[in-house]
Structures are given as structure tokens and as C-alpha cells.
């Protein structure tokens, strides 16, 4: 009995040695599957929060951060509001991206708080933002629109905007000060004032031009200012 024993236990291992590599084909084949698997969700998940994104760039330009509604963007994206909160835990969490994505673009081009050194090449850095935001209407009116709403300090984008605005207010006014202190620029010249001057010049015209592009040639305003301003506080 016990050598019975012994020799079919012996028989069962080494059965179960000879199915084990057979066994583990299926195993080792299905690990490189459940690699591609997740890879391909990253890329599905990648592309669905991009094209969210973009929605909600679209719907807040147009209606603002009170006036979108996370069903419509969710209808619009092909998702439940379910699906849609997935990728963006609240609305304010997918502002903040959106935000996000048009600081990126505009860095792409210029990086606001980082300005070219010396009056000048600052100033007309601008012009060169001017004249590429007149091909993307989308995105100047987003800032527009968000901005208007933002003075309000229990908005959302409030302390955004604010950051926005001293930091490119701090950028000029730095661009313009060593510009001054190298003989560039007048020596009286009031750098912060200026910057200011500028900025409000940006916006004002961005604001006729959303209101009637056919009658306003944003660009070409734009440059024709600086060109007189660099006239006036030229050494």
C-alpha cells in the first residue's frame, strides 16, 4: 500500500510536470497582451480627456464658467456626466484644466512671465502675441470672457487672473526698468505705469475685436501703438 502510494504519487508529479510548461504557455503568452491592453486604455483615456478638454475650452469662451454646465460638455464629448467626471473630479477641476492648457499654448508661443530682455524686444514680443492670437479667436475670447467674470473674488479663476495680470504687469515693468538703466529707454521713464498703459491697450483692443472683427484689425492696431510708444520713450 505504501509503495502503491509512493508510485502514484510519483506518477501524479511527474504529470504535473509534464502539463506545467504546457500550463504556463497561455500564462507568459497573456502578460504581453495585458501590457498592450493597458497601454492602449492609457491612449484611449489620454485622447477622450483631450477631446473634454477642448469641449470645455469651447464652452467656456462661449458661455462662460456659470453659463457651461458639465451635461452639455458630457453631450457634447459623447460620455454620461458619469464618464465625464471620471477624468475631472468637479467642473472647477476641469476649469482649472482648461486654464492649465491655455497657459501652456500661450507658452508654446510666449512665455509671458518671462519676457526678452530690454524695452524694446519686450514690446515687440507682444506684437508678435497680438498678431498670432488674431488667428485664434477661441482662445482670446476664452481669457476675455473668463477674466470679465473673474472680478468677482468667490470665482473660481479669480485668484488665476489676478496671478495673470502681476505677473505680466512684474515682466514688462522689469523688460521696460532695464531697458531704461542700459540707455535704451528715457531715463524718466515710469516703467510700471507703462506697463500698465500696455496691457490695458491689449485687452481693450481684444475686446472690440471679439465684438466686431470685421470692423477691427486687432494686429495691426496693436503694432502701430508700440511703434508710437517706442517713438516717445526712446533715449
Known amino acids: 500500500m505504501d509503495a502503491s502510494g509512493t508510485a502514484s504519487s510519483g506518477t501524479a508529479s511527474s504529470e504535473t510536470a509534464r502539463q506545467a510548461p504546457g500550463g504556463a504557455e497561455p500564462a507568459a503568452a497573456a502578460a504581453p497582451a495585458r501590457g498592450r ?7 484611449t483615456g489620454d485622447a477622450r480627456r483631450a477631446r473634454i ?4 475650452l469651447q464652452e467656456f469662451g462661449e458661455n462662460g464658467y456659470r ?14 456626466q458619469a464618464g465625464l467626471l471620471h477624468h475631472f473630479r468637479s467642473k472647477q477641476e476641469l476649469l482649472t484644466a482648461v486654464l492649465d492648457l491655455r497657459d501652456s499654448m500661450d507658452a508654446e508661443r ?9 524695452g524694446e524686444p519686450a514690446l515687440r514680443a507682444l506684437v508678435a502675441l497680438v498678431e498670432h492670437n488674431a ?10 470672457v473668463l477674466t470679465g467674470e473673474a472680478v468677482t473674488t468667490d470665482h473660481p479663476a479669480h485668484a488665476w487672473a489676478r496671478e495673470r495680470y502681476r505677473a505680466l504687469s ?15 529707454l528715457r531715463a ?20 472690440q475685436w471679439l465684438l466686431d472683427p470685421e470692423q477691427m484689425d486687432m494686429a495691426a492696431v496693436f503694432r502701430t501703438y508700440i511703434e508710437g510708444l517706442l517713438g516717445q520713450i526712446r533715449a
Open 67 to 80: 453659463g457651461t454646465s458639465l451635461a452639455r460638455i458630457a453631450e457634447r464629448a459623447e460620455l454620461t
Open 135 to 144: 488667428r485664434k479667436p477661441g482662445i482670446v475670447q476664452l481669457f476675455t
Open 170 to 184: 512684474t515682466s514688462i515693468t522689469t523688460a521696460l526698468r532695464h531697458g531704461a538703466a542700459s540707455g535704451e
Open 110 to 118: 510666449l512665455d509671458l512671465s518671462n519676457l526678452p530682455d530690454g
Open 53 to 56: 478638454l477642448n469641449i470645455a
Open 37 to 43: 491592453g493597458r497601454r492602449q486604455g492609457y491612449a
Open 188 to 207: 524718466d521713464l515710469d516703467p510700471e505705469a507703462c506697463a500698465r498703459q500696455v496691457i490695458a491697450m491689449m485687452d481693450g483692443l481684444q475686446l
